[in-house]
């Protein structure tokens, strides 16, 4: 399948759904927000219609009439499930065509968002505009590092798709380093223009590559000659993580940050800052002690500005970061996203109510790495004062790495913490088929204590 049939598939099927994925794309491409005060004078008006609208269509907006955005209500999964249909426009049904977003929860039953033609399309062309940056174009060839289906039928009906956009999947389920050679072999002759998909699969790929020189293709072009970058999604990528697909691939990794409920928040630009798409979303933070900022620390909540089958207004997405205006070299005055920590269970608190997020775990597995072929996957669950390390041993891993792992842990907490370790075979996905590193079964978020105390 070349590029330019591929071209003329996206572009026809978004036409085909009423969306105008491409007039919006030219729009962003053309006119990028250069200073904060166009982004503000822009979501002020945007802000302004939606709430205009929900006020008038959304049952449980209703209510809020009078209210100013800056006494907008917080929302969540948990009142989203709760309200039903007094979420959703009694217009709905003039708003294009609809679709339906399911998020795939790991602890409850599913959330269904719905969404317009017209945020639809929104959020396909900021997601094109910023894989621009990485300089993809939509209908390049794609190497997707997903999951396959299990049923023949969807298997085939996903191969259909992916030939026609251009686009070849490898499974980034139910392999071993064993896979890794067929994999390079595989990709070497799709030569592809970009690899999408998990950092988790693609960092354990990365570090593997960077193993043996052998592995690292000809100089100057890479195990994969075609490759001009990598977009990695879904899962937290960290500085780690980064560093091992960056060199394995030798070829530059862009960070795409989203949520199932609204989509593809931001992208990384080529001088390596989280953008968010300004144009279709504000951000604000929710701190700890349960204020909202326009920028710092704290609970990502998020507005989305266009759509009006189901308006999120200030939503507690639950995620984790840092939210700065500081300027960046690339001269786009969009907002930078930091540490993005995922959900906020996915940190670990530490004493004083000190968070660590998967970052700094990564720090401390990479240090037993150095030694030898010792870690495949991990996983660290923190149960109050207990961490439990799960670990998918690499050939060399021995107890002396079980020593070492504990005394790094000691290092920085001293004796808070009491190790345990695990040796699964593998380390099973949520349900979403996110790999989550970090999971904190207690003790709960302080700052859903805090919105939820009378
Ligand atoms: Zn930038």
């Known amino acids: 399948m070349n ?3 591929a071209t003329l598939v996206y572009r026809t099927a978004a036409l085909l759904r009423g969306e105008k994925t491409f007039a919006y794309l030219r729009d962003y491409e053309r006119n990028p927000f250069r200073d904060l005060g166009a982004v503000q004078v822009w979501q002020e008006a945007e802000i302004a219609a939606l709430l205009e609208y929900a006020c008038e269509h959304v049952p449980f907006y209703r209510e809020f009439r009078e209210t100013p955005f800056a006494q907008f209500p917080l929302i969540d999964k948990k009142m989203l499930k709760a309200g039903g249909n007094s979420f959703l426009s009694e217009q709905r049904e003039t708003l294009g065509r609809l679709t339906t977003k399911v998020t795939s929860g790991s602890t409850s039953e599913p959330l269904k968002i ?9 959020e396909q062309a900021a997601t094109y505009r910023s894989y621009g940056w990485a300089g993809v174009r939509p209908g390049d060839a794609q190497a997707r590092f997903w999951g396959v289906p299990l049923k023949a039928k969807d298997a085939r009906k996903n191969a259909v798709r992916d030939a026609l956009l251009n686009r070849k999947r490898y499974s980034a389920f139910n392999y071993t380093p064993a896979s890794f050679p067929g994999y390079m072999d595989a990709l070497r002759a799709q030569g592809p223009d970009y690899i999408y998909g998990y950092p988790s ?3 354990e790929i990365g570090h593997w590559l960077r193993q043996d020189p052998a592995r690292a293709g000809s100089p100057g072009k890479g195990p994969v000659p075609t490759l001009r970058a990598i977009i990695t999604t879904a ?10 697909i960056e060199q394995g691939f030798a070829t530059r990794v ?15 630009c080529e001088h390596g800052s989280l953008h968010v798409n300004s144009e279709n979303l504000l951000v604000e933070i929710l701190t700890d002690e349960g204020e909202i900022r326009s920028e710092g620390t704290g609970r990502l909540v998020l507005t989305e500005l266009h759509n009006r ?16 205006f500081a300027p960046c070299a690339c001269g786009r005055a969009l907002p930078v996203l930091e540490n993005v920590h995922g959900r906020a269970y996915d940190t670990v608190i530490g004493p004083e109510g000190r968070r660590y997020n998967a970052a700094f775990f990564s720090y401390i597995f ?14 660290v669950i923190q149960n109050d004062r207990e961490i439990t390390f799960r670990i998918v041993r690499g050939a060399d891993y021995d107890s002396s790495s079980e020593a070492l792992l504990a005394r790094l842990l000691a290092d920085e907490f001293g004796d808070y913490f009491e190790p345990r370790f695990e040796y699964p075979d593998s380390i099973e996905r949520e349900s979403s088929g996110k790999l989550r590193q970090l999971k904190r079964v207690s003790p709960p978020d302080p700052v859903s204590q805090v919105l939820d105390s009378p």
């Open 114 to 122: 719905v969404k317009d033609a017209g945020s639809m399309a929104r």
């Open 309 to 324: 089958a189901q308006p999120l207004i200030r939503y507690d997405s639950g995620d984790y970061g840092e939210l700065s």
């Open 201 to 203: 699969i693609l960092a």
């Open 3 to 5: 590029r330019t049939l």
């Open 235 to 244: 899962e937290i990528l960290t500085p780690t993580m980064r560093e091992a």
């Open 254 to 268: 862009f960070d795409e940050y989203g949520c199932a409920e609204v989509g593809s928040i931001a992208h990384d």
């Open 366 to 379: 990479k240090e037993v790495q150095l030694r030898g072929e010792m870690v495949r996957q991990f996983q």
